[in-house]
Protein backbone atom coordinates (compact mmCIF):
# COMPACT_ATOMS: atom_id res chain seq x y z
CA UNK A 1 0.00 0.00 0.00
CA UNK A 2 1.19 3.15 -1.00
CA UNK A 3 1.48 6.35 1.37
CA UNK A 4 -1.76 7.82 -0.39
CA UNK A 5 -3.87 5.07 0.47
CA UNK A 6 -2.69 4.38 3.83
CA UNK A 7 -3.38 8.33 4.35
CA UNK A 8 -6.89 8.32 3.40
CA UNK A 9 -6.62 5.23 5.54
CA UNK A 10 -6.25 7.49 8.27
CA UNK A 11 -8.34 10.35 7.74
CA UNK A 12 -11.10 8.79 10.34
CA UNK A 13 -8.66 8.54 12.85
CA UNK A 14 -7.63 12.44 12.28
CA UNK A 15 -11.25 12.93 12.33
CA UNK A 16 -11.74 11.11 15.65
CA UNK A 17 -8.62 12.59 17.18
CA UNK A 18 -9.60 16.48 16.33
CA UNK A 19 -13.06 15.94 17.35
CA UNK A 20 -12.53 15.32 20.80
CA UNK A 21 -9.21 17.72 20.67
CA UNK A 22 -11.05 20.86 19.55
CA UNK A 23 -14.40 19.59 20.36
CA UNK A 24 -16.37 21.12 18.20
CA UNK A 25 -17.75 19.22 15.18
CA UNK A 26 -17.07 21.61 12.25
CA UNK A 27 -13.78 23.03 14.09
CA UNK A 28 -12.64 19.34 13.97
CA UNK A 29 -13.26 19.21 10.47
CA UNK A 30 -11.65 22.10 9.25
CA UNK A 31 -8.39 20.80 11.27
CA UNK A 32 -8.56 17.32 9.47
CA UNK A 33 -8.93 19.52 6.02
CA UNK A 34 -5.92 21.51 6.78
CA UNK A 35 -3.76 18.79 8.30
CA UNK A 36 -4.59 16.80 5.05
CA UNK A 37 -3.55 19.75 3.15
CA UNK A 38 -0.13 20.56 4.97
CA UNK A 39 0.59 16.48 4.93
CA UNK A 40 -0.37 16.20 1.13
CA UNK A 41 2.19 19.27 0.47
CA UNK A 42 4.71 17.88 2.74
CA UNK A 43 4.41 14.00 1.57
CA UNK A 44 7.64 14.11 -0.13
CA UNK A 45 9.29 15.29 3.57
CA UNK A 46 8.03 11.68 5.24
CA UNK A 47 10.80 9.09 5.73
CA UNK A 48 9.87 6.01 3.91
CA UNK A 49 9.26 3.27 5.81
CA UNK A 50 9.22 5.65 9.26
CA UNK A 51 5.35 5.94 11.11
CA UNK A 52 2.96 7.58 8.78
CA UNK A 53 0.63 7.84 11.36
CA UNK A 54 2.83 9.25 13.98
CA UNK A 55 3.95 11.66 11.24
CA UNK A 56 0.35 12.61 10.32
CA UNK A 57 -0.40 13.41 13.69
CA UNK A 58 2.92 15.46 14.28
CA UNK A 59 1.44 17.20 11.28
CA UNK A 60 -2.04 17.68 12.92
CA UNK A 61 -0.57 18.64 15.96
CA UNK A 62 1.54 21.46 14.31
CA UNK A 63 -1.26 23.04 12.39
CA UNK A 64 -3.39 22.78 15.54
CA UNK A 65 -0.59 24.47 17.38
CA UNK A 66 -0.66 27.48 14.81
CA UNK A 67 -4.13 27.92 15.06
CA UNK A 68 -4.82 28.04 18.20
CA UNK A 69 -1.74 30.72 17.83
CA UNK A 70 -3.12 32.28 15.31
CA UNK A 71 -6.83 32.63 17.17
CA UNK A 72 -5.34 32.72 20.73
CA UNK A 73 -7.59 35.95 21.92
CA UNK A 74 -11.00 34.38 21.27
CA UNK A 75 -10.01 30.78 21.54
CA UNK A 76 -11.64 30.41 25.18
CA UNK A 77 -10.67 27.08 25.20
CA UNK A 78 -6.63 27.47 25.50
CA UNK A 79 -7.11 30.10 28.22
CA UNK A 80 -5.32 28.33 31.14
CA UNK A 81 -7.56 27.41 33.43
CA UNK A 82 -6.41 27.63 37.23
CA UNK A 83 -5.26 24.43 38.57
CA UNK A 84 -8.22 22.48 40.17
CA UNK A 85 -6.12 20.48 42.68
CA UNK A 86 -6.47 24.55 44.40
CA UNK A 87 -10.26 25.05 44.00
CA UNK A 88 -11.06 21.84 44.00
CA UNK A 89 -14.69 22.27 45.62
CA UNK A 90 -17.30 19.99 44.86
CA UNK A 91 -19.55 22.60 43.23
CA UNK A 92 -16.70 23.59 40.91
CA UNK A 93 -16.80 20.02 39.76
CA UNK A 94 -19.97 19.53 39.39
CA UNK A 95 -20.21 22.28 36.92
CA UNK A 96 -18.31 20.64 34.24
CA UNK A 97 -20.46 16.97 33.80
CA UNK A 98 -19.95 16.36 30.21
CA UNK A 99 -16.84 14.91 28.69
CA UNK A 100 -16.72 17.20 25.85
CA UNK A 101 -16.70 19.86 28.12
CA UNK A 102 -14.09 18.36 30.79
CA UNK A 103 -11.68 17.65 27.95
CA UNK A 104 -11.95 21.16 26.53
CA UNK A 105 -10.99 22.47 29.73
CA UNK A 106 -7.81 20.88 30.21
CA UNK A 107 -4.85 22.49 29.02
CA UNK A 108 -4.13 21.96 25.79
CA UNK A 109 -0.49 20.11 25.95
CA UNK A 110 -1.97 17.44 28.74
CA UNK A 111 -5.28 17.24 26.33
CA UNK A 112 -3.47 16.14 23.63
CA UNK A 113 -0.90 13.27 25.46
CA UNK A 114 -4.65 11.69 26.85
CA UNK A 115 -5.65 11.93 23.47
CA UNK A 116 -3.41 9.95 21.71
CA UNK A 117 -2.70 7.76 24.58
CA UNK A 118 -6.51 6.70 25.15
CA UNK A 119 -8.11 6.95 21.80
CA UNK A 120 -4.83 6.16 19.43
CA UNK A 121 -3.63 3.68 21.58
CA UNK A 122 -0.21 4.85 20.56
CA UNK A 123 3.08 3.80 22.84
CA UNK A 124 4.57 6.42 25.71
CA UNK A 125 7.56 6.40 23.00
CA UNK A 126 5.26 7.56 19.98
CA UNK A 127 3.44 10.20 21.67
CA UNK A 128 6.56 11.43 22.63
CA UNK A 129 7.60 11.63 19.32
CA UNK A 130 4.69 12.89 18.08
CA UNK A 131 4.28 15.79 19.99
CA UNK A 132 8.25 16.23 20.05
CA UNK A 133 8.41 15.85 23.95
CA UNK A 134 10.60 13.54 26.26
CA UNK A 135 8.73 10.90 27.48
CA UNK A 136 8.89 12.11 30.82
CA UNK A 137 6.75 14.91 30.42
CA UNK A 138 4.51 12.38 28.40
CA UNK A 139 4.05 10.66 31.73
CA UNK A 140 3.79 13.75 33.67
CA UNK A 141 1.47 15.39 31.75
CA UNK A 142 -0.87 11.91 31.26
CA UNK A 143 -0.75 11.87 35.14
CA UNK A 144 -1.84 15.63 35.50
CA UNK A 145 -4.74 15.10 32.46
CA UNK A 146 -6.15 11.87 34.08
CA UNK A 147 -6.30 14.15 37.17
CA UNK A 148 -7.87 16.86 36.38
CA UNK A 149 -10.60 14.80 34.27
CA UNK A 150 -11.28 12.83 36.82
CA UNK A 151 -11.76 15.92 39.07
CA UNK A 152 -13.88 17.56 36.91
CA UNK A 153 -16.09 14.44 35.89
CA UNK A 154 -16.09 12.26 39.17
CA UNK A 155 -15.50 15.12 41.41
CA UNK A 156 -18.28 15.05 43.95
CA UNK A 157 -18.90 11.29 45.92
CA UNK A 158 -22.69 11.57 44.88
CA UNK A 159 -21.92 12.06 41.03
CA UNK A 160 -20.50 8.36 40.21
CA UNK A 161 -22.55 7.93 36.63
CA UNK A 162 -20.47 10.49 34.07
CA UNK A 163 -22.65 12.12 31.62
CA UNK A 164 -21.28 11.66 27.88
CA UNK A 165 -22.65 14.03 25.58
CA UNK A 166 -21.43 13.65 22.12
CA UNK B 1 -0.18 -6.23 51.88
CA UNK B 2 3.43 -5.77 50.25
CA UNK B 3 4.23 -2.31 50.10
CA UNK B 4 6.49 -1.67 47.32
CA UNK B 5 7.93 1.61 47.34
CA UNK B 6 9.79 1.24 43.53
CA UNK B 7 5.92 1.79 41.73
CA UNK B 8 6.50 4.88 39.64
CA UNK B 9 3.76 7.00 38.54
CA UNK B 10 4.45 6.20 35.58
CA UNK B 11 4.28 2.67 36.19
CA UNK B 12 0.50 3.47 37.64
CA UNK B 13 0.08 5.35 34.31
CA UNK B 14 0.90 2.02 32.59
CA UNK B 15 -1.34 -0.14 34.47
CA UNK B 16 -3.94 2.36 34.33
CA UNK B 17 -3.64 2.09 30.31
CA UNK B 18 -3.33 -2.27 31.01
CA UNK B 19 0.48 -1.84 29.11
CA UNK B 20 2.38 -3.30 32.15
CA UNK B 21 4.29 -6.42 31.80
CA UNK B 22 2.66 -8.96 33.95
CA UNK B 23 5.37 -9.18 36.84
CA UNK B 24 4.83 -5.38 37.57
CA UNK B 25 1.21 -5.27 37.41
CA UNK B 26 1.35 -8.13 39.89
CA UNK B 27 3.42 -5.40 42.27
CA UNK B 28 0.91 -2.58 41.34
CA UNK B 29 -2.16 -4.56 42.25
CA UNK B 30 -0.62 -5.67 45.12
CA UNK B 31 0.50 -2.15 46.03
CA UNK B 32 -3.06 -0.82 44.89
CA UNK B 33 -4.59 -3.48 47.20
CA UNK B 34 -3.29 -1.38 50.39
CA UNK B 35 -3.94 1.92 49.09
CA UNK B 36 -8.36 1.95 48.97
CA UNK B 37 -7.60 5.59 47.62
CA UNK B 38 -5.41 5.29 44.93
CA UNK B 39 -7.09 2.27 43.86
CA UNK B 40 -10.21 3.51 43.49
CA UNK B 41 -8.09 6.64 41.48
CA UNK B 42 -6.71 4.23 39.07
CA UNK B 43 -10.43 2.58 38.50
CA UNK B 44 -11.32 6.10 37.66
CA UNK B 45 -8.73 6.68 34.81
CA UNK B 46 -9.61 3.30 33.44
CA UNK B 47 -13.55 4.56 33.19
CA UNK B 48 -12.52 7.83 31.86
CA UNK B 49 -10.60 6.17 29.11
CA UNK B 50 -13.35 3.70 28.46
CA UNK B 51 -16.08 7.02 28.61
CA UNK B 52 -13.49 8.71 26.07
CA UNK B 53 -13.23 5.67 23.50
CA UNK B 54 -17.25 5.64 23.97
CA UNK B 55 -17.69 8.99 23.35
CA UNK B 56 -15.41 9.51 20.12
CA UNK B 57 -14.91 6.16 18.57
CA UNK B 58 -18.22 6.55 16.56
CA UNK B 59 -16.67 9.15 14.68
CA UNK B 60 -14.45 6.35 13.62
CA UNK B 61 -17.68 4.83 11.46
CA UNK B 62 -19.53 8.07 10.44
CA UNK B 63 -18.94 8.76 6.65
CA UNK B 64 -16.42 11.36 5.77
CA UNK B 65 -17.48 14.81 4.62
CA UNK B 66 -18.30 16.05 1.65
CA UNK B 67 -15.13 17.37 0.92
CA UNK B 68 -13.83 14.01 0.64
CA UNK B 69 -15.75 12.64 -1.91
CA UNK B 70 -19.32 13.53 -0.81
CA UNK B 71 -22.00 15.50 -3.04
CA UNK B 72 -22.75 18.92 -2.30
CA UNK B 73 -19.67 21.68 -3.55
CA UNK B 74 -17.14 22.00 -0.87
CA UNK B 75 -17.25 25.14 1.01
CA UNK B 76 -15.38 28.27 -1.18
CA UNK B 77 -12.91 27.80 1.10
CA UNK B 78 -11.50 24.77 0.48
CA UNK B 79 -12.14 24.91 -2.90
CA UNK B 80 -8.90 23.97 -3.88
CA UNK B 81 -8.44 21.33 -0.97
CA UNK B 82 -11.63 19.49 -1.92
CA UNK B 83 -9.55 18.86 -5.62
CA UNK B 84 -6.60 17.51 -3.22
CA UNK B 85 -8.89 15.51 -1.00
CA UNK B 86 -10.10 14.32 -4.43
CA UNK B 87 -6.78 13.46 -5.15
CA UNK B 88 -6.12 11.06 -3.03
CA UNK B 89 -9.64 9.16 -2.92
CA UNK B 90 -9.91 8.66 -6.31
CA UNK B 91 -6.25 7.82 -6.38
CA UNK B 92 -7.03 5.31 -3.57
CA UNK B 93 -9.95 4.11 -5.23
CA UNK B 94 -8.69 3.35 -8.88
CA UNK B 95 -5.29 2.52 -8.30
CA UNK B 96 -3.78 5.08 -10.26
CA UNK B 97 -1.47 6.77 -7.94
CA UNK B 98 1.39 6.02 -10.32
CA UNK B 99 3.73 8.19 -9.29
CA UNK B 100 4.27 6.61 -5.95
CA UNK B 101 3.95 3.41 -7.44
CA UNK B 102 6.67 4.34 -9.51
CA UNK B 103 8.28 5.80 -6.69
CA UNK B 104 8.05 2.62 -4.86
CA UNK B 105 10.00 0.46 -7.78
CA UNK B 106 12.98 2.43 -8.42
CA UNK B 107 15.18 4.10 -6.14
CA UNK B 108 14.85 7.64 -5.23
CA UNK B 109 18.64 8.25 -6.11
CA UNK B 110 17.96 7.37 -9.73
CA UNK B 111 14.81 9.56 -9.93
CA UNK B 112 16.42 12.55 -8.61
CA UNK B 113 19.20 11.57 -11.13
CA UNK B 114 16.92 12.97 -13.31
CA UNK B 115 14.50 15.69 -12.10
CA UNK B 116 12.70 15.89 -15.55
CA UNK B 117 11.87 11.84 -15.24
CA UNK B 118 10.17 12.77 -11.30
CA UNK B 119 8.22 15.79 -13.06
CA UNK B 120 6.89 13.46 -15.77
CA UNK B 121 5.11 10.87 -13.25
CA UNK B 122 3.94 13.94 -11.26
CA UNK B 123 2.10 15.18 -14.44
CA UNK B 124 1.09 12.08 -15.57
CA UNK B 125 -0.75 11.65 -12.28
CA UNK B 126 -1.90 15.20 -11.93
CA UNK B 127 -3.53 14.43 -14.92
CA UNK B 128 -5.06 10.90 -14.30
CA UNK B 129 -6.83 12.76 -11.12
CA UNK B 130 -7.69 15.98 -12.66
CA UNK B 131 -8.69 15.15 -16.11
CA UNK B 132 -12.12 13.14 -15.53
CA UNK B 133 -13.17 15.98 -13.53
CA UNK B 134 -16.60 16.60 -14.59
CA UNK B 135 -17.67 19.12 -12.44
CA UNK B 136 -14.66 20.78 -10.58
CA UNK B 137 -11.66 20.12 -13.41
CA UNK B 138 -9.96 23.77 -13.12
CA UNK B 139 -9.67 26.00 -10.28
CA UNK B 140 -9.92 28.98 -12.43
CA UNK B 141 -11.90 28.63 -15.50
CA UNK B 142 -10.20 29.74 -19.28
CA UNK B 143 -12.99 33.05 -19.11
CA UNK B 144 -10.73 34.28 -16.39
CA UNK B 145 -7.81 33.47 -18.08
CA UNK B 146 -5.95 36.90 -17.52
CA UNK B 147 -6.08 36.57 -13.84
CA UNK B 148 -5.24 32.63 -14.09
CA UNK B 149 -1.87 33.41 -15.38
CA UNK B 150 -1.15 36.24 -13.26
CA UNK B 151 -2.24 34.04 -10.44
CA UNK B 152 0.16 31.34 -11.52
CA UNK B 153 2.91 33.18 -12.29
CA UNK B 154 3.40 35.08 -9.55
CA UNK B 155 2.67 31.52 -7.17
CA UNK B 156 5.78 29.99 -9.38
CA UNK B 157 7.29 33.20 -9.10
CA UNK B 158 8.02 33.07 -12.96
CA UNK B 159 6.32 34.42 -15.63
CA UNK B 160 4.09 32.10 -17.25
CA UNK B 161 2.39 31.45 -20.70
CA UNK B 162 -0.43 29.77 -21.72
CA UNK B 163 -0.53 28.27 -24.89
CA UNK B 164 -3.06 28.43 -27.42
CA UNK B 165 -3.82 25.06 -28.76
CA UNK B 166 -7.08 25.87 -30.80
CA UNK B 167 -5.42 25.29 -34.14
CA UNK B 168 -5.00 21.69 -33.16
CA UNK B 169 -8.45 21.06 -32.02
CA UNK B 170 -8.01 22.49 -28.05
CA UNK B 171 -9.65 24.91 -26.55
CA UNK B 172 -8.51 25.95 -22.63
CA UNK B 173 -10.57 25.07 -19.87
CA UNK B 174 -8.68 27.04 -17.68
CA UNK B 175 -5.65 26.14 -14.51
CA UNK B 176 -4.97 25.02 -11.33
CA UNK B 177 -2.24 24.78 -8.42
CA UNK B 178 -0.82 21.82 -7.62
CA UNK B 179 1.75 20.67 -4.56
CA UNK B 180 5.57 19.57 -6.67
CA UNK B 181 8.28 18.40 -5.23
CA UNK B 182 9.82 21.66 -4.23
CA UNK B 183 6.83 24.03 -4.39
CA UNK B 184 3.73 25.03 -6.65
CA UNK B 185 3.28 23.86 -9.81
CA UNK B 186 0.80 25.20 -12.49
CA UNK B 187 -1.19 22.84 -14.31
CA UNK B 188 -3.19 24.10 -17.55
CA UNK B 189 -6.18 21.79 -19.23
CA UNK B 190 -7.37 21.62 -22.42
CA UNK B 191 -9.65 20.17 -24.44
CA UNK B 192 -11.23 19.38 -27.72
CA UNK B 193 -14.79 18.82 -28.53
CA UNK B 194 -15.28 15.86 -27.67
CA UNK B 195 -13.92 15.96 -24.59
CA UNK B 196 -10.79 14.80 -25.27
CA UNK B 197 -8.52 16.62 -22.55
CA UNK B 198 -4.67 17.93 -22.42
CA UNK B 199 -3.12 19.08 -19.44
CA UNK B 200 0.57 21.02 -19.43
CA UNK B 201 1.99 21.12 -16.21
CA UNK B 202 4.79 23.77 -15.57
CA UNK B 203 6.90 24.14 -12.82
CA UNK B 204 10.13 25.99 -11.48
CA UNK B 205 13.41 23.94 -12.20
CA UNK B 206 15.91 23.71 -9.53
CA UNK B 207 18.53 24.85 -11.92
CA UNK B 208 17.68 27.17 -14.55
CA UNK B 209 20.41 26.52 -16.98
CA UNK B 210 19.10 23.33 -17.93
CA UNK B 211 17.86 22.84 -21.60
CA UNK B 212 16.50 18.83 -22.54
CA UNK B 213 15.23 17.51 -25.50
CA UNK B 214 11.59 16.15 -25.59
CA UNK B 215 11.26 13.54 -23.60
CA UNK B 216 8.19 10.95 -23.84
CA UNK B 217 7.23 8.48 -20.67
CA UNK B 218 4.22 6.43 -20.17
CA UNK B 219 1.74 5.76 -17.18
CA UNK B 220 -1.19 3.65 -17.16
CA UNK B 221 -1.99 4.72 -20.40
CA UNK B 222 -1.15 8.47 -20.38
CA UNK B 223 1.18 9.29 -22.31
CA UNK B 224 3.62 12.54 -21.03
CA UNK B 225 6.09 14.73 -23.40
CA UNK B 226 8.27 16.16 -20.88
CA UNK B 227 11.22 18.77 -21.15
CA UNK B 228 13.32 21.49 -19.44
CA UNK B 229 13.40 24.73 -20.73
CA UNK B 230 15.89 27.18 -19.01
CA UNK B 231 13.56 27.92 -15.62
CA UNK B 232 10.98 26.40 -16.38
CA UNK B 233 9.79 22.58 -17.04
CA UNK B 234 7.21 21.41 -18.54
CA UNK B 235 5.23 17.97 -19.10
CA UNK B 236 2.52 17.39 -21.82
CA UNK B 237 0.10 14.87 -20.70
CA UNK B 238 -3.03 12.96 -22.31
CA UNK B 239 -4.34 9.49 -23.32
CA UNK B 240 -3.88 10.32 -26.81
CA UNK B 241 -1.87 8.64 -29.10
CA UNK B 242 2.54 9.19 -29.10
CA UNK B 243 2.40 11.22 -32.65
CA UNK B 244 -0.79 12.93 -31.57
CA UNK B 245 0.87 13.96 -28.35
CA UNK B 246 3.83 15.46 -30.09
CA UNK B 247 2.60 17.03 -32.58
CA UNK B 248 0.46 19.43 -29.50
CA UNK B 249 4.10 19.37 -27.76
CA UNK B 250 5.45 20.53 -30.46
CA UNK B 251 3.02 23.44 -30.89
CA UNK B 252 3.31 24.12 -27.23
CA UNK B 253 7.04 24.20 -27.42
CA UNK B 254 6.96 26.37 -30.32
CA UNK B 255 4.27 28.99 -28.55
CA UNK B 256 6.39 29.20 -25.60
CA UNK B 257 9.63 29.94 -27.85
CA UNK B 258 8.63 32.39 -30.48
Do not use: C
Not at chain 2, 150 to 159: D, F, T
Amino acid sequence: MNEAERLVELIPRLRRYARALVGDRAAADDLVQDTLERAWAKLHLYRRGTDLRAWLFTVMHNVHVNKVRATRPTDQLEDEMPELAQRASQGDALMVRDLDRAIGRLPAEQRSVLLLVTLEDMSYDEVARTLGIPIGTVMSRLSRAREKLRAMMLGGPASAKLKVVK
Amino acid sequence: MSDDPQITNSELQAYADGRLGEERSRAVEAWLAARPDDAERIAAYRRLGEELRRAYDPVLDEPLPDWLGGGRAPRPRWHGFARIAGWVVLGAAIGVVAGWEVRDARPIAASRADPGETMAHRAAVAHAVYSPEVRHPVEVGADQEAHLVRWLSKRLGASLKVPHLADLGYSLVGGRLLPGDRGPVAQFMYQDTKGQRLTLYVRVNADDSRETAFRFAQEHGVGVFYWLDGKLGYALSGELDRNELLRVATAVYRQLNP
